[in-house]
């Protein structure tokens, strides 16, 4: 089992920035993937970044490349979102999510599907 806590969120102005945490309970945090999703009302939630065990390897979304940064602490046990020049359609609830099974060992997957373990969620609103 592993729990997850998201913390950060919160209301900021079109252009500003936020940066989310995630801590994670419950097994090795330093082996396995990690990731970042969001999900804006009405739509599906959808993958924004992913980090891998080692924090070697990251990927993103088209739609944050540039603007967001993932990153983790193995001895704080969390994971980072930092989000810069932030954008109305980047209001959505963001949930970090676990992959213990890693399908790759080193690259960590843009598939929801493949993270076992969710946190609750934190609200990110950007006004205009």
């Known amino acids: 089992q592993v729990q997850l806590v998201e913390s950060g969120g919160g209301l900021v102005q079109a252009g500003g920035s936020l940066r989310l945490s995630c801590a994670a309970s419950?097994?090795?945090?330093?082996?396995?993937?990690m990731g970042w999703f969001r999900q804006a009302p009405g739509k599906e939630r959808e993958f924004v970044a992913a980090?891998?065990?080692?924090?070697?390897?990251?990927r993103y979304a088209e739609s944050v490349k540039g603007r967001f940064t993932i990153s983790r602490d193995n001895v704080k046990n969390t994971v980072y979102l930092q989000m810069n020049s932030l954008k109305p359609e980047d209001t959505a609830v963001y949930y970090c999510?676990?992959?213990?099974?890693?399908?790759?060992?080193?690259?960590?997957?843009?598939?929801?599907?493949?993270?076992?373990?969710w946190g609750q969620g934190t609200q990110v609103t950007v006004s205009s």
């Open positions: 999510a676990a992959d213990i099974e890693m399908t790759n060992l080193f690259i960590p997957s843009m598939t929801t599907s493949s993270y076992e373990y």
């Open positions: 419950g097994r090795t945090f330093s082996r396995y993937h």
């Open positions: 980090i891998s065990r080692s924090g070697d390897n990251t």
